[in-house]
């Protein structure tokens, strides 16, 4: 496997863990405070739609490579 394609699978496994932790929060809805002051849901809804769409665009362009 060349380094670029290891690079490729290991950014679109992040990602994808990212995002599902992100959805575990807005299933679990747990109360998250950050100095005080409570974190809202659409932070999170936010970030799930962001690293979903890294994960995807990450395994396209390994699958689009191959």
Same mark, same amino acid.
Do not use: E, H
């Given at each position: 496997? &060349? #380094?670029? #394609?290891? @690079? ?5 496994? =992040? +990602?994808?863990?990212? @995002?599902?932790?992100?959805? =575990?929060?807005? =299933? ?7 100095? *005080?002051?409570?974190?809202?849901? +659409?932070?999170?809804?936010? *970030?799930?739609?962001? @690293? @979903?769409?890294? %994960?995807?665009?990450? +395994?396209? %362009?390994?699958? &689009?490579? %191959?």
């Amino acid at each position: 496997m &060349k #380094d670029k #394609d290891l @690079a490729l699978r290991m950014a679109g496994t =992040v +990602f994808s863990l990212i @995002a599902i932790l992100n959805f =575990v929060r807005l =299933v679990r809805r747990p109360c998250l405070i950050n100095r *005080g002051i409570q974190t809202p849901l +659409f932070i999170n809804l936010i *970030g799930l739609g962001v @690293a @979903a769409l890294m %994960a995807i665009w990450m +395994f396209y %362009a390994l699958k &689009k490579k %191959a």
